[in-house]
């Protein structure tokens, strides 16, 4: 899968990493997550001081968009994370009654 992280701010090493590899654990539900994409946005919500993260899954079919705001960005980023996994679960549970 490929990861694209964009953000105004500096992620370090350790967070892309981090983000990294918590974005490949979600392919233990095999549905051929293609891309994912990881958006941290400033001062754009209700919480003072916060950081949103948004999370854009591309899979064969629908594409799956979560977000989170915090004002620490790696507690957005999991919050939106696991939305995502929430997301995925439902997804493979509806794909196999069918």
Known sequence: ??????????????QNQTI????NSLEKY???ITRAQVYFKTDDGNIANAI?????LHLPGPVIFVSEEDPDA??????ALDKAD???RKNKDVNQQY
């Open 52 to 56: 949103e993260a948004k999370i854009e």
């Open 86 to 88: 929430r997301q995925l």
């Open 1 to 14: 899968m490929k990861v694209l992280i964009e953000s105004p701010f500096k992620i370090n090493d350790l």
């Open 74 to 79: 790696m507690v957005a980023f999991k919050g």
């Open 20 to 23: 990294k590899d918590n974005l």
């Open 30 to 32: 095999n549905q051929g």
